[in-house]
């Protein structure tokens, strides 16, 4: 969500729908076309309120105007192709920076910087994230990189600016991903709860999903919403989220 609270969400008919959220009540306003994805994960307001969508199963990422967005929507400004990741799955941007976390040709996962111009990727992190699973970036205020996997166990992993060094601080919450884990997480404006989706494996053949609250500064798990049967949620957005 960008400041003015409106919420953007990855639809399974190749768009990205916005809406407005006021008095806990929503309304549709624009209505944006993917490139080449089926639908976005990734979802990422800059400062402007411009709106970057990652093409899942792609190595692409639509731009979209703020003017663009409060216009009805349509196709993408521009669309940044990557090289190093293969598969974009979450993104998050600070002022002209652009974070994108995913997967490279071999499946390997990657943390990559992406130029919003040209879409040129730099690796930042690949050694740290080797043999687990992506799922989530968030940044605070201070611009650090939260970075959520799961795997053979699950861990939140905090990258201080600029995101290329080893983890300040790891948080383990979880023993695997053969029980659950998170999908995708967000910060909220106090700065002291990050938000979780959260999949439950209960059974073999049956799932829930709620939501998590987790400490922030990293250290422990906190209220959940009640489990829904059968959902399973890929992100997950705070209102209202820190101004920067």
């Not at 768009?15 to 624009?30: G, P, R």
């Not at 600070?94 to 111009?117: C, E, F, H």
């Not at 790891?170 to 884990?181: E, P, R, W």
């Amino acid at each position: 969500m960008p400041a003015s609270g409106d919420l953007a969400v990855g639809a399974s008919s190749s768009t990205v729908t916005i809406w407005h959220v006021k008095n806990k009540q929503i309304s549709l306003f624009s209505t944006l076309k993917l490139s080449a994805g089926p639908y976005a994960i990734g979802l990422a307001y800059d400062d402007k309120g411009d709106l970057y969508a990652g093409d899942a199963g792609a190595n692409v990422i639509d731009f979209f105007s703020a003017g663009e967005i409060s216009a009805g929507g349509g196709s993408p400004t521009r669309t940044l192709v990557t090289s190093n990741l293969n598969e974009v799955y979450y993104l998050a941007a600070t002022g002209n920076r652009l974070l994108a976390d995913g997967y490279d040709q071999n499946g390997q996962p990657l943390l990559v910087s992406v130029n919003i111009r040209t879409g040129a990727d730099t690796i930042l992190q690949k050694s740290a994230l080797s043999g687990q699973l992506i799922g989530g970036i968030a940044l605070d205020l201070q611009d650090n990189a939260i970075l959520n996997t799961y795997g053979n166990s699950n861990a939140l992993l905090v990258f201080k600016k600029p995101w290329t060094g080893s983890p300040t601080s790891t948080f383990v919450y979880g023993s695997g991903a053969q029980n659950s884990y998170y999908s995708g997480i967000s910060l909220d404006r106090s700065q002291r709860t990050l938000w979780a989706a959260n999949f439950l494996i209960q059974q073999v053949i049956h799932g829930f999903a709620n939501v998590q609250a987790n400490s922030y500064p990293l250290g422990t798990i906190g209220r959940s919403t009640a489990l829904v049967a059968s959902e399973y949620y890929d992100s997950v957005a705070v209102d209202p989220q820190a101004k920067r």
